[in-house]
């Protein structure tokens, strides 16, 4: 049951990137009702505006890329019918790539904020 639960979280967190690269190449990130929330400096000044939607849709494509590595080897223990399954060693390292993708998914919104400054 707990690798349905960590696959499940994977797969989340390449649809929620996905989605956010798509504001991004968009260009929607400054906007009020679709973006996401930008200094107002960042929200004027067109080139800045341009570099944070640049920013989204890199690192949130790269985040969706990254979160669907551990679908292969969690798919194949699921798969196995119980004939497989992750040592300890293993699901730490799950943790900590996942703890990874977060931040590189995490990384363009606090980028955001320092621009206008």
């Known amino acids: 049951m707990a690798y349905v ?7 989340l967190m390449t649809v929620v990137s996905l989605l956010a690269a798509r504001v991004g ?13 930008v200094p107002d400096e960042v929200k004027r000044d067109p080139e800045l505006r341009s570099r944070a939607n ?34 300890t060693i293993g699901m730490l390292i799950v943790a900590a790539y996942g703890l990874v993708v977060v931040a590189v998914a995490g990384y363009p919104f606090e980028k955001i904020k320092h621009l206008a400054r």
């Open 54 to 87: 640049h920013l989204v849709a890199h690192w949130c494509t790269g985040a969706a890329i990254l979160s669907v590595a551990p679908l292969v080897p969690l798919g194949s223990v699921l798969l196995s019918d119980g004939d497989r399954a992750i040592g």
């Open 25 to 37: 190449h968009r260009g929607e990130v400054g906007e009020r009702g679709v973006g996401y929330d």
């Open 5 to 11: 639960f960590i696959l499940c979280c994977f797969v």
